[in-house]
Every structure is written in structure tokens, then in C-alpha cells.
């Protein structure tokens, strides 16, 4: 008897995303920018026509943004907690903790490294676009997969 009243009581479950998602959507992206802005780099002759300083410059860009990536995906999983349903306004923050942070840690890796500055910004730019890119297709995949029920659906308490 126990049995069927506990089968009969519906939980609600939350749909949640694959936490491994999210890098593995932004990551290939940054390598890519980084790897086109090294490619514009060296095919305009930028740092004295030698490969090292333009490949060390995008390198170094690619690592500011593979850092703030790290402290936006901190960002993605405590306010959204693996669930869909609140991955919108999760997006948005860790968006733009990562843009915020890719600048303030590019501004102090350019300033203290002396790289190659065109390259470094061009890749820079690059990867930033890249990742932003790939994070928007991977949050309209993950949204449109699981979609979220309206506020109100599970209660029957809408806008009248």
C-alpha cells in the first residue's frame, strides 16, 4: 500500500546541464582566436618578422581568457547549480565576469610582459569573440533542449 501512494506523488526534476558543457563549448573556441590572431600576426610581419615574440603574444592572450573563462564558469555553476531552469540569468553573469576579468588580467599580462601589443590585442579580440560566439550557441543548445517551465505552470497560478 505504501508503494502506491509513494508512485502516485509526482516530484518535480530539475533538468540539468553537463557541467563539462560549458568549457567544452568556450575552450576551442578561445585556441581558435588565439590561432587566428597569431596566423593575422604573422602574416602582417608584426613583431620584427620573427615567429616567437607574435606566438608568445597570442599565447599569452589565450591565457587571459582561459582564466577569466575558469572564474566565469565558477560563476555559471554556483548561481545556476547545474540546473537549467536558472541558466539565463547565469549566463549573464558569468559573461560578464569573464569579459571583465579576461580585460583586467589582459591589461596586467600586456603591461608587465612587454609582449607584442598588436598581436596581443588582435588575438585577444579574436578569442573574445570566438568564446562569445561559442558560449551563446552552448546556452540557446542547452535552454532549447531542456526548456524551462513558465513562472507559475507548476502551481496553476498564472496571470490572469
Known sequence: ????????TSTP???RFRMSAPVLAVL??????????AGVGLNSGWGGGVAAPVIQAAGFA??????????????????????????????LGSSA????GALAIGLGVFF??????????VA???????????ETVWAMRALTTHPTR??????GAGVS
Open 28 to 37: 576551442p573556441a578561445i585556441l581558435l582566436g588565439a590561432v587566428v590572431g
Open 1 to 8: 500500500m505504501a508503494n502506491a501512494s509513494s508512485s502516485t
Open 112 to 121: 608587465i610582459s612587454g609582449t607584442e601589443g598588436k598581436t596581443f590585442w
Open 97 to 100: 565576469v569573464r569579459m571583465m
Open 13 to 15: 526534476t530539475s533538468r
Open 124 to 134: 585577444f579580440l579574436i578569442s573574445g569573440v570566438f568564446a562569445l560566439g561559442a
Open 62 to 91: 589565450a591565457l587571459c581568457w582561459i582564466i577569466a573563462a575558469g572564474l566565469g564558469l565558477f560563476v555559471l555553476l554556483a548561481v545556476s547549480q547545474g540546473e537549467c531552469e536558472r541558466l539565463g540569468f547565469a549566463v
Open 150 to 155: 513558465a513562472a507559475g505552470a507548476a502551481t
